[in-house]
T-cell receptor, first 114, second 115 residues
Framework: EAGVTQFPSHSVIEKGQTVTLRCDPI?????LYWYRRVMGKEIKFLLH????????ESGMPNNRFLAERTGGTYSTLKVQPAELEDSGVYFC????????????FGDGTRLSIL | AQSVSQHNHHVILSEAASLELGCNYS??????LFWYVQYPGQHLQLLLK????DPLVKGIKGFEAEFIKSKFSFNLRKPSVQWSDTAEYFC????WGTGGFKTIFGAGTRLFVKA
């Protein structure tokens, strides 16, 4: 089975530009999560989709971040406009329905804001 | 606020040494507990998990972890490490009743095993 895939693997943009990250979950996984790790810090939860609905977006830093999951398949995370503090690794994870299902992680997108 | 604390940021061991990585969490209710590992250049992988039952959990590659509820701890152990265990290890907690499945991670422990 294909794992969680994220694109791009690395993005370098200038402050003020827009970047869109994409996550393709494992087929059949209704739950999709976004996390972020700023260098040297812990991995922090951003938000959780169940199918196309946002179940929990309490971790989104501010309104410059917009996550979508149209159709309940892949998800995008857009940062507009990007700021220096947005640099980090953005992880996506997916899991099957049910509270006891482990999350499967993608390789992450390393975002560098110059 | 809910949090996960990993005791060591960096650990250096020689091969065959025993390993114990500490993890404590702050949440008074029921939790699911995980250890994830990220090998160099690879994605995060699940090492082991605890949901209920026997508090001593065995995972892949000879790792085990023990849930001690009274201490809010979930320490990871391995009797004899190998060079290939060099990686970053993350303790994670999913509290029940948070309205979703938000997982809270520790800051990670970088393990370097000398051959």
């Amino acid at each position: 089975e294909a794992g969680v895939t994220q694109f791009p693997s690395h993005s370098v943009i200038e402050k003020g530009q827009t970047v869109t990250l994409r996550c393709d979950p494992i087929s059949g996984h209704d739950n999709l999560y976004w996390y972020r790790r700023v260098m040297g810090k812990e991995i922090k939860f951003l938000l959780h989709f169940v199918k196309e609905s946002k179940q929990d977006e309490s971790g989104m830093p501010n309104n410059r971040f917009l996550a979508e999951r149209t159709g309940g398949t892949y998800s995008t995370l857009k940062v507009q406009p990007a700021e220096l503090e947005d640099s980090g690794v953005y992880f996506c994870a997916s899991s099957q329905t049910g509270g006891n299902q482990p999350q499967h992680f993608g390789d992450g997108t390393r975002l560098s804001i110059l | 606020a809910q949090s996960v604390s990993q005791h060591n940021h960096h650990v250096i061991l020689s091969e065959a040494a025993s390993l114990e990585l500490g993890c404590n969490y702050s949440y008074g209710g029921t939790v699911n507990l995980f250890w994830y590992v990220q090998y160099p250049g690879q994605h995060l992988q699940l090492l082991l998990k605890y949901f209920s039952g026997d508090p001593l959990v065995k995972g892949i590659k000879g790792f085990e972890a023990e849930f001690i509820k009274s201490k809010f701890s979930f320490n990871l152990r391995k009797p004899s490490v190998q060079w290939s265990d060099t990686a970053e290890y993350f303790c994670a907690v999913t509290p029940w009743g948070t309205g979703g499945f938000k997982t809270i991670f520790g800051a990670g422990t970088r393990l370097f095993v000398k051959a």
